[in-house]
């Protein structure tokens, strides 16, 4: 009997500290995951030509909507993609919220290696708490609008 008692100290030790640091895990968390959008909006994700969009994710800011995921290569393309991506917010009826323009940041792989990169996009003045869907479009080719992407 006294060596169970020896066996068991150490375990209610252990449990005493895991059950005061438990709550301390969840405050120091709970910041980082409170600007994901709860639930997650319905993401359209439209890929065409040599880029495939993989993921997308949609965060609460202080002036409106933050969207973010990673793109690919098509699996048999080799050589570089250019292009944009276009991301549009749309409420419960369908009606356009926001929408802007990106560019991915980083290489998708080189000789032969298709690695993802990552993209990001603010839609300034967006209420996250309207958007139900959100669209994530790839473009081969720039806007005739915007110089700078076209020179690029």
């Known amino acids: 009997m006294g ?15 895991l059950g005061l640091l438990a709550p301390t895990a969840v405050t120091a968390t709970s910041p980082q ?10 993401f359209q994700l439209l890929s065409q ?10 965060w609460s800011e202080p002036d409106g909507l933050s ?8 699996p048999l393309w080799k ?3 250019k292009g944009h991506l276009d991301i ?7 009606r356009p919220l926001g ?10 792989g080189s000789s032969g290696h298709n690695q993802a990169a990552r993209y990001d996009a603010r839609l300034v003045g967006v ?16 806007h005739a609008a915007e110089p700078v992407e076209a020179a690029r």
């Open 3 to 17: 060596t169970r008692r020896v066996l068991m100290k150490p375990l209610f030790i252990v449990a005493g500290v």
């Open 33 to 42: 995951a409170q600007g994901r959008l709860k639930p997650q909006p319905t």
């Open 49 to 58: 030509g040599h880029l495939k969009v993989l993921t997308a994710s949609a």
């Open 67 to 74: 969207v973010s995921g990673l793109v690919r290569r098509a």
């Open 79 to 81: 050589t570089g993609v």
């Open 88 to 94: 549009e917010a749309f409420d419960n009826a369908g």
């Open 99 to 108: 929408s802007t323009s990106v560019v991915w940041r980083g290489s998708l």
């Open 127 to 142: 209420n996250p708490n309207e958007v139900t869907r959100v669209a994530v479009a790839y473009h081969p080719v720039a």
